[in-house]
């Protein structure tokens, strides 16, 4: 089911396009990777959802119904620039920001408790945030954006400024919320996280969404046809083989194993390749290599740019 | 809870339990309160340091008449090889001066005091005081003596006769109440002072308010929550509300002193302070008693309640409200539109000027409250907050009351107008330099959206 929707959302300010016809559709319970370059375009539809900016053309739904202005109390949003008030008290601004939510205080206090004691910072209520370190407020950024309970979350490049085992333990917190039914948007340019987390992903360049669908399809259709043999025997044999037909990038040998990259000019032809070389020499290994999301970044704004 | 309300309730709870404003809020009383004491005491006071002053009298005059029994300086007559001794020891000896008499004092009235120290005027006063005193009262004794009027003495201190105007208002209903011109004047210049000292403060802490939300980015999540106009509005109304508290404490603190400080200081004078002044008096040979000192005091009093409490406090509040909001406004939106302190001081300076040069005019006007400069600043809007204020304990024409309360309304709704697109234009832009021109430039995008930097549309 929908849980989100983005219809043909344009907008420009003056004459600079931000975003031109722009639609993304997300599934409820799914980690939605938002990518792009810097200045595509990202954090207008960010702003755009969050009702901080309007667009100039195009709709957008929440459960299949138009979304309203009420409707960002249903939105955690954890913007990439990040920021506390300085001298107020840790528990009393989180209590705070999840009132301008919407949250009665009772609730407000209730929630947010349960989240200190989870992160194991129950001692840092009454401290101020200028106390703390860059990544100790994080964790209280995280827990602002997350404490009443929103259907619909959105990350901005929310791992920076974490060390691994707070990145990981985050990592773990998002996953969870999307167990428990939570929507999210996740806009980042770490590619490994995006393989890691998301389960569908937009790619917008120069304003314009260039790629769209699930992150596995995705790097499926981006692939190269490349094939990484690892085999023993004669180099001079495979190659007079593949020579004719297939392009080989890349030849390593160690001491008597060797390993080639070999690129089929047809696609899913593996077993075409494979067929041709067991005669030859002595295979140990064979795989397609599918391309990491940072390939697919790379290549599809590469190849986006004759057209603009 | 509605989020304006919210964001009210927060920035209000924010500033009044700040220590500074706790602080702030009871030291002014009591700095006003030490004031008036000061200058009570200071009209009042007696040189209390005990003084030994050796005296050498030629004329065989004074000799022993200069004491008198509460006086702290003691005077100590002595031939004059002793007198000359003490001269010539007298840093080591137990005397404060050496007083010389010479013996045609009577003709000449020059005397003498010598001392290692600076003598402090207060004392060559007081000595000389007694000097003239005596021989002036010893002249009359003879010439009473030889006209053989006995009671020439009491008639003639009888002549004297101080003038002191006192002022009058004749209100519509024919009654006469006490005015003073000197306390008018007083109360104008602090009027216009203080609101000054309110728009200011108040004004500054809005954009302070603003910039620290700006600058932390806290403001990015706060509006994903609620509106930037609803942030806007709560924290002016909000700050507004710290400001009326603190009038309102300050009301209070005053009324419950114009209660209980007159009769303190009546019976103050019946004791201790009556019997300085007293002493004082005594040397003037002056009989002013101690009732007259209170009858000033009531006086006083009575004329600061015949001053318009009403219509001051009245227009106090709606000066300020207004005055604030229209400032508090301006400065807002400055303090959204810049992301560091140069370019905000840069911009604040054209804004808060007319209020600066409204405080030069305070003068003028609390000392012509009807001239022509007076008018026009408490006409245009931007003047108008000090300089109608300062206008106001003199009673102006109500037509004029109107007008300025009428335009200064009208501005400020411009200005929140004005300060509402910079203020949802700025909010979120960083990394820029802010000048007048472009803030302009703002606020004459007649389509926002086409703004480059705008943000929000509802």
Redesign the interface.
Known sequence: MDFFEAKNITKV??T?KALTDVSITVKKQSIFGLLGPNGAGKTTLI?II?????P?SGEIFLEGRKMK?SD??L?G?L?E??????K?KIGEQAV??A???GL?KHDAIAALKKWFLKFEIMDWWNKKIEELSKGMQQKVQFI??VAHNPKLLIFDEPFSGFDPINATLLKKEILNLRDKGATIIFSTHNMASVEELCDHIALINKSVKIVDGPTNEIREKYKSNLFEITYKGEPGNLYSTLEERYKILNHIEENTINRVTVQNPEKDAGNQLLREIIPVVDVIAFREIIPGMNDVFIKAVQEDKPSN | ?N?TL??LK?EYL?RVTRKSFIILTLLVPLLFAGMFALMIWLTVKTDKQERLIAVYDASTLFTGALDDKDGFTKFHFMPLSEFEKAKSNLKESEFYALLYIPDNIYSTGNAQLISEKQIPIELTEQIEMKLSNLIESDKRKIIISETGIPDLEDRLASTRTPVKLHTLKVTETGETTKSSSEIAFIASYSMGFLIYFFVFMYGSMVMRSVM??KK????????????PIQLMAGKIIGTALVGLTQVAIWVVIGSVAMVLVPGLLISENATGMGQSIMENQQYLNNQTSQLADQAILTETLEMIGNLNIGLIIFSFIFYFLAGYLLYSSLLGAVGAAVDNDEDSQQLVFPITLPLILSIMLLFPIARNPEGPVAFWGSIIPFTSPVAMLARIPYEIPVWELLLSMFLLLITTAGAIWIAAKIYKTGL?L?GKKITLKELIKWIRYNNL??????????
């Open positions: 300010f003056a600079t702003r969050n009702q901080i900016t309007a100039d202005s960002v109390s939105i949003y913007p620039e990040r920021g506390l008030y300085q107020m705070y920001l009132q301008l939510k009665s602002t954006t | 809870m989020k919210l964001i927060q924010k620290e939300e932390s980015r806290i403001v990015e999540v706060i509006i994903s929550s609620v509106k979120l960083y959206q086409k703004n480059p930097y705008y943000l929000y549309k509802f």
